[in-house]
């Protein structure tokens, strides 16, 4: 029986461990980044975002670092939300899977915004492309937008659970805000603090080791009407207006480096790794119960 009793102790470490492993704290993530991204960490708390994230299962989050997050001074919480919903995917993408993007080839991806069941057209869906240069940028994918927010770096991974991204500005659909945003203040030496970016800092270790992202596999959920996107991991919501026909969205990009009007979406592999630890932890469990019952 006291072998029965340990075994059944150890059973029970191993799921909480498993639980605690993929489980995302987004505030105390970024709080180890305080002078890069402190700004961004308060107004994921004030606007209510970070509970959000919280709750996710894999997710990517396209951080600003404090200069670049200026430009959303002094707006209504309500429009930072919003701003900031898209700034949440609710996939994996780290820079190795971004990096495997065809040159000048679009794919649209799904963020948060989308699941308020509010948005209109495709205010809840991102364009990402690499451009000709390599160089890999973000916008939303309503009709007439540019690809203007610059890949910067990683600051953190968690394969497949959470990925933390380094962009350069942020990604303002149309209809989120009521008025012209304020430009950021001008730096020191009396350059406009957008126009040079610090770098990402290092990666933190990961608890698992980094592994390429699969580029196709198995959804958890279909996604909504229009655009192919990324699949949400774990949470569907009520499916807004997706983009139809001709509100259907061509990137816009700033240079000549314009991607090709296609959309090609690699699937979510986040939801492999939760399902197949939840799937281990209960074969163990009815092992346990054979046992007690000789």
Known sequence: MANKASFLLLIALFLAFSTSSIAINITRILDQYPDTY?????????????QAINKRETVTIL???NDSIDTLSGRPIEEVRK?????????????????????????????LYQTTGVAEYSQGFLNVSMLGSGEIVFGSA?????????????????????????ISEPIIA????????????????????TAKHAPAPPPMESDEPTA??????????PAAEGPEASTPADAPAPAADAPKGDEADAPKAADDDTPEDSSET???????????????????????VNL???
Do not use: C, Q
């Open 38 to 50: 402190g700004s961004f960490n308060a107004l994921l708390t004030a606007s209510k975002l970070n």
């Open 63 to 65: 951080a600003l670092d």
């Open 83 to 111: 701003i900031l919903s898209n700034h949440v995917i609710l996939d994996y993408f780290d820079v190795i899977k971004l990096k495997s993007l065809k040159t000048k080839k679009s794919i649209t991806i799904t963020t």
């Open 142 to 166: 309503m009709k007439g937008s540019p690809l203007n927010a610059k890949l910067l770096g990683s600051v953190m991974n968690r394969p497949y659970n959470i990925s933390v991204l380094h």
């Open 174 to 193: 149309m209809g989120f805000v009521n008025g012209p945003l304020a430009a950021p203040p001008p730096s020191t030496n009396g350059t406009n603090s």
């Open 212 to 221: 390429d992202a699969p580029v196709e596999g198995p959804t958890d959920a």
């Open 266 to 288: 690699p699937a979510s592999g986040g939801s492999m790794n939760v399902v197949g630890s939840r799937i281990g932890g209960m074969v163990i469990m009815g092992f346990a």
């Open 292 to 294: 007690l019952g000789f």
